[in-house]
């Protein structure tokens, strides 16, 4: 049996074997420990920047590029449980199918409105001229609508009561999701408010929704009160607080990410039962925290992290600005479509926490491009100077 002393390097054996060449003594070892430094700050260095371009991924892992973390030990990661196992599944099944490209795509215009739309004159203005491009619904929660455009006559779907802030405005959303989706040819899913009206022509934004493989989903993450104070410890094991995420209810999803939304039950469910104003002493709005929070989840690279639905919270009231009719200048209109840079800010109480402010640049397909298609909250008495002003400000 061998010893492991025979085969223990160091020192001694430099001395004891013969003919070795006279090295100064500690030399070896310091440069046994500089490499091994120098091999862990490598390490830590290529786990903490993976290498992106494929030359350095080449070195990595024989030609098949992936992150270095593949041949790290993985991270323990928590047990998951059956259901997100099955959403798991389901979901990424759906993420990695190729898109089904129609022959005749179109985008959907999902309007949430308590009644009658104020802007149908405009968006009758928008639509007309691209038939066969985009396809109307109303989801109309209090009173049945009346319709002034052809465009939005037995557009209705079947509707049900929306209270603010409590999950049967996310049911909402999924009742316009379940409609679109209905018709193939459905490409984007928008969803629009009785306040909202377009910025652009209608080409300029079908182009912009259209080609491009993201949705536009608002995500960004609050520490303040309004924000992870509105998270619950009764959402685990599935929603844990370091993925607990807010934005704006105002989206435009892409096909597969509708479904996925649509197929999801596990955290929906949680945020129904979890996720209300006045429980547990929080004021969670589910509207502003369920599609954000899965998204950061199920596919975090799949959303842009803005809304294309500009609103103005620089009043820092409870509720956004809304314009008037003295407010609807064509100066207005070029602000909102001159940012290119989105800006989220994160809430505080009485100066316990540092407000912050976060800021990136709106990327479309990696170019900086206007952030905003669509702009609220206006007031019904601006319809007329919207009008005049639509086709001064809409393009491009
Ligand atoms: C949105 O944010 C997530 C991180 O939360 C990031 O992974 C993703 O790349 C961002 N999306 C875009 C389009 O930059
Ligand atoms: C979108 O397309 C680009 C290239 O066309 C690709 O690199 C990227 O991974 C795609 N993103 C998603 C979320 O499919
Ligand atoms: C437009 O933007 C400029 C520069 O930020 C600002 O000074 C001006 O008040 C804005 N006008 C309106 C109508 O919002
Ligand atoms: C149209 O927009 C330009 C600025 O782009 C402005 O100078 C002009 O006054 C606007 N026209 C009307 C009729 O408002």
């Known amino acids: 049996m061998k010893t492991a002393k025979e085969w223990r390097p160091g020192m001694g054996d430099v001395q004891i074997l013969p003919g070795s060449r006279h090295r100064p003594p500690m030399k070896k070892p310091m440069w046994i420990i500089f490499l091994v430094l120098f091999v862990c700050v490598f390490l830590i260095f290529a786990y903490i920047y993976p290498p992106k371009s494929s030359s350095t991924c080449y070195i990595f892992s024989n030609g098949r590029c992936q992150s270095i973390a593949d041949w790290l030990p993985p991270v323990p990661a928590r047990e998951y449980t059956d259901d997100e196992i099955a959403s798991r599944a389901v979901i990424r099944d759906i993420l990695n199918a190729p898109p089904i490209r129609s022959k005749n795509p179109k985008v959907a215009f999902m309007f949430l409105t308590p009644g009658s739309l104020p802007f149908e004159k405009l968006w009758d203005k928008f639509f007309q001229g691209h038939e066969g491009k985009f396809s109307v619904y109303v989801h109309a929660s209090r009173t049945k609508p009346v319709h002034v455009s052809r465009y939005f006559v037995n557009r209705d779907i079947r509707s049900d009561q929306v209270v603010w802030g409590k999950i049967s405005m996310v049911d909402a959303e999924r009742r316009l999701l379940a409609n679109a989706l209905q018709d193939p040819d459905n490409q984007q899913f928008v969803l629009l408010s009785d306040?909202?009206?377009?910025?652009?022509?209608f080409d300029y934004i079908f182009d912009y929704l259209m080609y491009t493989n993201i949705s536009f989903v608002d995500c960004f993450k609050d520490p303040g009160p309004h924000g992870n104070g509105r998270y619950s410890e009764r959402m685990l094991p599935e929603v844990e607080m370091k993925d607990f995420r807010k934005g704006a209810q105002w989206f435009s999803l892409k096909r597969q990410h509708a479904i996925i939304v649509m197929a999801d039950n596990l955290y929906y469910s949680k945020f129904r039962a979890y996720c209300q104003p006045g429980l547990d002493g929080k004021n969670c709005i589910a509207d502003e925290h369920y599609l954000p929070t899965f998204f950061q989840i199920v596919d975090p690279g799949?959303?842009?992290?803005?809304?294309?639905?500009?609103?103005?919270?620089?009043?820092?009231?409870?509720h956004p600005k809304s314009y008037r009719v003295q407010d609807v200048t064509s100066e207005l209109l070029k602000n909102i479509t001159s940012i290119d840079v989105s800006v989220h800010v994160t809430s505080d109480e009485k100066m316990l926490l540092q407000?912050?402010?976060?800021?990136?640049?709106?990327?479309?397909?990696?170019?900086?491009?206007?952030?905003?298609?669509?702009?609220?909250?206006?007031?019904?008495?601006?319809?007329?100077?919207?009008?005049?002003?639509?086709?001064n400000y809409s393009s491009p």
Do not use: M
């Open 195 to 201: 306040s909202c009206v377009p910025l652009y022509t």
């Open 302 to 318: 799949g959303i842009s992290n803005w809304s294309v639905t500009h609103v103005d919270w620089s009043e820092r009231k409870w």
């Open 355 to 391: 407000r912050q402010v976060q800021k990136w640049p709106c990327l479309w397909n990696g170019f900086q491009k206007p952030c905003y298609l669509f702009a609220r909250k206006f007031t019904p008495g601006t319809l007329d100077g919207l009008l005049q002003l639509f086709s």
